[in-house]
């Protein structure tokens, strides 16, 4: 039973640059949720993407956009990167609709640590 | 206010020892709960749902108190490999199907 992967592991980028972060979900899973966890905090919300639209956002800025794959995989992109965008970027997967009882408890990947410079 | 607030700690205790968890929430339609795991520069990864009155899971125990908004964890006979940061995490019903809110978590440590 696959788990939740994310790609790459780690990623070096100067201000003003872009990245993109990428993320399968767990084998048989269907929608996926990003997040942000600097260090010492607790992960805080960014979007979630189910049959390939964002659903939910939580309080990050429009630089901070995503997408959502028919295989159900993710990516989530981030603009004009700023100092304050280091962080570890989690990628949780949940089931919600391709089953009688969906289960929305969130499986995390390993996350990307992303370093700005 | 914090919508989910813990422990600062760091909790140090002694293998063998019960440790207690704190955690309250300030959203009311809150309806499910979670108590994570995470260890250094590793994911969260799930250690309980939290539904209705609480549930035990071995040497683990969690507590919901809806009329206070308040979660607590308890670790019986903790062990070294225990040693972790535990997030308290209250799911959000802004969606059909919520985000989760996450505490700062409570580091613990257990000591031989």
Same mark, same amino acid.
């Given at each position: 039973?696959?788990?939740?992967?994310?790609?790459?592991?780690?990623?070096?980028?100067?201000?003003?640059?872009?990245?993109?972060?990428?993320?399968?979900?767990?084998?048989?899973?269907?929608?996926?949720?990003?997040?942000?966890?600097?260090?010492?905090? &607790?992960?805080?919300?960014?979007?979630?993407?189910?049959?390939?639209?964002?659903?939910?956002?939580?309080?990050?800025?429009?630089?901070?956009?995503?997408?959502?794959?028919?295989?159900?995989?993710?990516?989530?992109?981030?603009?004009?990167?700023?100092?304050?965008?280091?962080?570890?970027?989690?990628?949780?997967?949940?089931?919600?609709?391709?089953?009688?009882?969906?289960?929305?408890?969130?499986?995390? &990947?390993?996350?990307?640590?992303?370093?700005?410079? | 206010?914090?919508?989910?607030?813990?422990?600062?700690?760091?909790?140090?205790?002694?293998?063998?020892?019960?440790?207690?968890?704190?955690?309250?929430?300030?959203?009311?339609?809150?309806?499910?709960?979670?108590?994570?795991?995470?260890?250094?520069?590793?994911?969260?990864?799930?250690?309980?749902?939290?539904?209705?009155?609480?549930?035990?899971?071995?040497?683990?125990?969690?507590?919901?108190?809806?009329?206070?908004?308040?979660?607590?964890?308890?670790?019986?006979?903790?062990?070294?490999?225990?040693?972790?940061?535990?997030?308290?995490?209250?799911?959000?019903?802004?969606?059909?199907?919520?985000?989760?809110?996450?505490?700062?978590?409570?580091?613990?440590?257990?000591?031989?």
């Amino acid at each position: 039973d696959a788990g939740v992967t994310q790609s790459p592991t780690h990623l070096i980028k100067t201000r003003g640059q872009q990245v993109t972060l990428r993320c399968s979900p767990k084998s048989g899973h269907d929608t996926v949720s990003w997040y942000q966890q600097a260090l010492g905090q &607790g992960p805080q919300f960014i979007f979630q993407y189910y049959e390939e639209e964002e659903r939910q956002r939580g309080n990050f800025p429009d630089r901070f956009s995503g997408h959502q794959f028919p295989n159900y995989s993710s990516e989530l992109n981030v603009n004009a990167l700023l100092l304050g965008d280091s962080a570890l970027y989690l990628c949780a997967s949940s089931l919600e609709r391709r089953s009688r009882q969906p289960s929305y408890e969130q499986y995390f &990947g390993p996350g990307t640590r992303l370093t700005v410079t | 206010r914090k919508e989910v607030e813990q422990d600062p700690g760091p909790f140090n205790v002694p293998e063998g020892a019960t440790v207690a968890f704190n955690c309250t929430y300030s959203n009311s339609a809150s309806q499910s709960f979670f108590w994570y795991r995470q260890d250094c520069r590793k994911e969260p990864k799930l250690l309980m749902s939290v539904y209705s009155s609480g549930n035990e899971d071995g040497r683990f125990t969690a507590q919901l108190n809806r009329a206070s908004q308040y979660i607590s964890l308890l670790i019986r006979d903790s062990k070294l490999s225990d040693s972790a940061t535990y997030l308290c995490v209250a799911r959000d019903y802004g969606g059909s199907q919520g985000n989760l809110i996450f505490g700062k978590g409570t580091k613990l440590s257990v000591k031989p």
